[in-house]
T-cell receptor
Framework: DSGVTQTPKHLITATGQRVTLRCSPRSGDLSVYWYQQSLDQGLQFLIQYYNGEERAKGNILERFSAQQFPDLHSELNLSSLELGDSALYFC????????????FGEGSRLTVL | AQSVTQPDIHITVSEGASLELRCNYSYGATPYLFWYVQSPGQGLQLLLKYFSGDTLVQGIKGFEAEFKRSQSSFNLRKPSVHWSDAAEYFCAVGAAGYGGSQGNLIFGKGTKLSVKP
């Protein structure tokens, strides 16, 4: 158990819809990362938050957005969903020592039909 | 551009045999290097990391990796594979000292390991 909690574990929705994925980092960790894992693209970094502020942005589509709340949990919002958005979405937190070691949740599997 | 290459998509080894998974990286600055393992239905777990110092690093579950700057490689090894090692293995490279945290990691496409009894 990494200590990172993601909900929901599975989500099935239709094209054009909007979903929200939730992540609770390990206790004490300030940094949260979101990654997308798909068969064709592999693991792709989406976005990072550090203590409530956006720190780095990767290959995140404009239809996607994220935020980190004062209690440090984070949400990833995916809107106008397309078939190609079907993937496993991971959240990871980084230790406060900023060593670069990421602790991953078990992921949220999104299926868009 | 920064990249990580894992040349082997799928490797099968017999239980008890030795294992080497290859990883090559392209990175302009001093890299931080990682190996993660992902079991089916699970998140990624860190096996080991290299930041600096001794180029041979030891990790969990009996794994080790050697950083070779001249070859831009960070290969993962295990002397004797167990059936429970069957999983997917990801090499990753990260930035050193970016903005107080290490920034995002760039992952390879992964190598799936199967273990024959």
């Amino acid at each position: 158990d990494s200590g990172v909690t993601q909900t929901p574990k599975h989500l099935i929705t239709a094209t054009g819809q909007r979903v929200t994925l939730r992540c609770s980092p390990r206790s004490g960790d300030l940094s949260v990362y979101w990654y997308q894992q798909s068969l064709d693209q592999g693991l792709q970094f989406l976005i990072q938050y550090y203590n409530g502020e956006e720190r780095a942005k990767g290959n995140i589509l404009e239809r996607f957005s994220a935020q980190q709340f004062p209690d440090l949990h984070s949400e990833l919002n995916l809107s106008s969903l397309e078939l190609g958005d079907s993937a496993l979405y991971f959240c990871a937190s980084e230790s406060v020592a900023n060593t670069g070691e990421l602790f991953f949740g078990e992921g949220s599997r999104l299926t868009v039909l | 551009a920064q990249s990580v290459t894992q040349p082997d998509i799928h490797i099968t080894v017999s239980e008890g045999a030795s294992l080497e998974l290859r990883c090559n990286y392209s990175y302009g600055a001093t890299p931080y290097l990682f190996w993660y393992v992902q079991s089916p239905g699970q998140g990624l777990q860190l096996l080991l990391k290299y930041f600096s110092g001794d180029t041979l690093v030891q990790g969990i579950k009996g794994f080790e990796a050697e950083f070779k700057r001249s070859q831009s490689s960070f290969n993962l090894r295990k002397p004797s594979v167990h059936w429970s090692d069957a999983a997917e293995y990801f090499c990753a490279v990260g930035a050193a000292g970016y903005g107080g945290s290490q920034g995002n990691l760039i992952f390879g496409k992964g190598t799936k390991l199967s273990v024959k009894p």
